[in-house]
T-cell receptor, first 113, second 114 residues
Framework: DAMVIQNPRYQVTQFGKPVTLSCSQT?????MYWYQQKSSQAPKLLFH???????NEADTPDNFQSRRPNTSFCFLDIRSPGLGDAAMYLC????????????FGPGTRLLVL | AQSVTQLGSHVSVSEGALVLLRCNYS??????LFWYVQYPNQGLQLLLK??????LVKGINGFEAEFKKSETSFHLTKPSAHMSDAAEYFC????????????FGAGTRLFVKA
């Protein structure tokens, strides 16, 4: 089945140690999104790619970066994780002509020690 | 600016009872509106969406929602709750093209009592 895959499902890192979360999709969608969802809160958009065009939300901290080497993969890099970055990170995709419909991956829960 | 307000962070119903989760939106243009469900430690699953067609939208798992422009509401209902409906529900409004932006409400946690 076509889907959005996030690995790992759970990630533990140390305070200040760079960490990368990955997302892959078999839907061939051209738009990919990264959301941060803290405990008991709504998902918050960090940035998205429209093809190779990167769109950063104005309030996304510089500590968060992203890479999209090809259509299928998108990475979220946290350069120096702080305790406040512990959250669920959700990847989503959408396709042209139906961009309002986003397909979400299962998420990666990040724990910062 | 677009925003979403979900009334009630927690709703508790008995199994078999009506489920009503409230959502109000603000949007300067005709919006796309969504309801998503999230089970513990999982991603979001789309329940239904409104895209300016029929005002009564039917979704999966027996849920439906009615778009009422005069009330700027998009409440989610299900006639008879099931234990498996216990989850977090997010109302969302979507805007834009070339990279659609979805703005989520704070969520409502639904508890279903046996």
């Amino acid at each position: 089945d076509a889907m959005v895959i996030q690995n790992p499902r759970y990630q533990v890192t140390q305070f200040g140690k760079p960490v990368t979360l990955s997302c892959s999709q078999t839907l061939n969608h051209n738009v990919m999104y990264w959301y941060q969802q803290k405990s008991s809160q709504a998902p918050k958009l960090l940035f998205h790619y429209y093809d190779k065009d990167f769109n950063n939300e104005a309030d996304t901290p510089d500590n968060f970066q992203s890479r999209r080497p090809n259509t299928s993969f998108c990475f979220l890099d946290i350069r120096s994780p702080g305790l406040g970055d512990a959250a669920m990170y959700l990847c989503a995709t959408s396709r042209p002509g139906s961009e309002e419909t986003q397909y979400f991956g299962p998420g990666t829960r990040l724990l910062v020690l | 600016a677009q925003s979403v307000t979900q009334l009630g962070s927690h709703v508790s119903v008995s199994e078999g009872a009506l489920v009503l989760l409230r959502c109000n939106y603000s949007s300067s243009v005709p919006p796309y509106l969504f309801w998503y469900v999230q089970y513990p430690n999982q991603g979001l699953q789309l329940l239904l969406k409104y895209t300016s067609a029929a005002t009564l939208v039917k979704g999966i798992n027996g849920f439906e929602a009615e778009f009422k422009k005069s009330e700027t509401s998009f409440h989610l209902t299900k006639p008879s709750a099931h234990m498996s409906d216990a989850a977090e529900y997010f109302c969302a409004v979507g805007v834009g093209t070339g990279g659609f932006k979805t703005i989520f409400g704070a969520g409502t946690r639904l508890f279903v009592k046996a």
